[in-house]
């Protein structure tokens, strides 16, 4: 059973910075890819960003390219999401799962989600 528990979020002017964190448990997070997700109310949860288990490798979203960065340390089981440039449009729920996928289908875990509000 993996748990995921997501900080971080919170109330940001547009242009601002934020990182959210998502703290799994286990022994074996350094196994997992992580991603993270965002939903928007009255729409579906879409793809932000995603990075192996080593870090080696990363995926990003079209629209947060450039102004977001996920990353990583395995040693407190933890992944990063540095959230820059910020616009109203960002605003979201933010969720990370487990697994390494541009599609949400391919997750299996998932955290209970943090919200992130941009005001413009």
């Known amino acids: 059973q993996v748990q995921l528990v997501e900080s971080g979020g919170g109330l940001v002017q547009a242009g601002g910075s934020l990182r959210l964190s998502c703290a799994a448990s286990g022994p074996t997070f350094i196994r997992y890819s992580m991603g993270w997700f965002r939903q928007a109310p009255g729409e579906e949860r879409m793809f932000v960003a995603a990075?192996?288990?080593?870090?080696?490798?990363?995926l990003y979203a079209n629209s947060v390219k450039g102004r977001f960065t996920i990353s990583r340390d395995n040693a407190k089981n933890t992944v990063y999401l540095q959230m820059n440039s910020l616009k109203p449009e960002d605003t979201a729920v933010y969720y990370c799962?487990?697994?390494?996928?541009?599609?949400?289908?391919?997750?299996?875990?998932w955290g209970q989600g943090t919200q992130v509000t941009v005001s413009s």
């Open positions: 990075i192996t288990a080593t870090g080696e490798n990363t």
């Open positions: 799962a487990k697994g390494f996928s541009r599609s949400s289908l391919e997750y299996d875990y």
